[in-house]
């Protein structure tokens, strides 16, 4: 399997991850254990929207603040000249 192949099958599972991750988390907290209509309400509709919104944009920040950590273990890691 070539380099791409497998960065590529990496961040796939990845993507995965978080989406399930997120679709647990927001479906407790926004879906009642008993419902009575098979279509959302509004409530649940916008704290579905809120619930992603802020899930992905936390994964973000963490996936930033992530890379800087390793750039910066990166930069220590490299011989003085």
């Known amino acids: 399997?070539?380099?791409?192949?497998?960065?590529?099958?990496?961040?796939?599972?990845?993507?995965?991850?978080?989406?399930?991750?997120?679709?647990?988390?927001?479906?407790?907290?926004?879906?009642?254990?008993?419902y009575r209509e098979g279509d959302l309400t509004k409530g649940e509709a916008v704290c579905l929207d809120r619930c992603a919104a802020k899930y992905i944009d936390l994964s973000e920040k963490i996936g930033r603040q992530m890379t800087e950590i390793q750039n910066t273990l990166a930069a220590s890691q490299m011989p003085s000249q």
């Open 1 to 34: 399997m070539s380099q791409n192949a497998l960065m590529a099958e990496q961040e796939m599972e990845a993507m995965t991850l978080l989406f399930n991750g997120m679709v647990d988390t927001c479906y407790k907290k926004c879906i009642p254990g008993h």
